[in-house]
């Protein structure tokens, strides 16, 4: 089931990556997908605050991806120790992507992983507990943000 919601700054944005966070159990792969510039990586940054990471988030366009311990109280309230954030901007094929370390990330029930520009990468979409986001501007300054299989949505 698809749902959209309109984003219109990055208040927005962190708001409803908190809100996401609380629908996502460890083990799921989200894709994000959408052109420079469309907020993937403000995305991450609400995501990991809302599992209080205290490090600054970047996109890891050059190292690829990154791994973010959770609060410890956020590690006891969610399950989920970690979040793994990859760059798939510079990869090939998911080659490259299992060459990185990928599957030591993969479907471990204390991690999530977030892969900006999943669409790089087909065969991840078939993996079970994959869920997508696509980010989208309106042309007025607002992004439109559509979720694609979210079995419960984040009010």
Sequence with gaps: MKKTVRIKDVKTMTAFAGRFAKVLKGGDIVGLVGDLGTGKTTFIQGLTKAFGVRRPVRSPTFILMQVFKTSAASKKRTGIAQICHID????????????????????????????????????????????????????????????????????
């Design 88 to 155: 798939a901007y510079r990869l090939k094929n998911e080659d490259e992507l299992f060459a990185i370390g990928f599957e030591d990330y993969a479907d471990r029930r204390d991690t999530v992983i977030c892969i900006e520009w999943a669409d790089r990468l087909p065969a991840v979409q078939w993996l079970d507990h994959y869920q997508e986001i696509r980010f989208d501007y309106d042309g007025d300054g607002e992004r439109i943000l559509t979720v694609d299989k979210m079995p419960i949505w984040p009010d």
